[in-house]
Nanobody, 120 residues
Framework: QVQLVESGGGWVQAGGSLRLSCVAS????????MKWYRQAPGKQRELVAL???????NVADSVKGRFTISRDNAKNTVYLQMSSLKSEDTGVYHC??????????????WGQGTQVTVSS
């Protein structure tokens, strides 16, 4: 019951920057964690970054020092700031929310995805 909409993807040269946004629908859902995944052609899906409801963050080793995950609670939005982009960062980036409505169970919700293409 959580709707996620990503934006901010695009085409950028290596070394450039992009900021992805993921807006969660307003509801009674409680989101305990939000994540960014990516999947490049021919590769398995990879967890890129995570932020908890308490504000704790973590990023994958492959993007550490280059990517930052953050949130704006007032806008129900999570961001992925990407800098020093490399060609291997190319892929479809999906926003993911671990959430529940009321007292229900936690489920994983997914956005449609946004394409990031880094040219060398």
């Amino acid at each position: 019951q959580v709707q996620l909409v990503e934006s901010g993807g695009g085409w950028v040269q290596a070394g450039g920057s992009l900021r992805l946004s993921c807006v969660a629908s307003t509801s009674s859902a409680w989101i305990r964690a939000m994540k960014w995944y990516r999947q490049a052609p021919g590769k398995q899906r990879e967890l890129v970054a995570l932020i908890t409801s308490a504000g704790s963050t973590n990023v994958a080793d492959s993007v550490k020092g280059r990517f930052t995950i953050s949130r704006d609670n007032a806008k129900n939005t999570v961001y992925l700031q990407m800098s020093s982009l490399k060609s291997e960062d190319t892929g479809v980036y999906h926003c993911n929310a671990e959430a529940r409505v009321g007292g229900g169970s936690f489920y994983e919700y997914w956005g449609q995805g946004t394409q990031v293409t880094v040219s060398s």
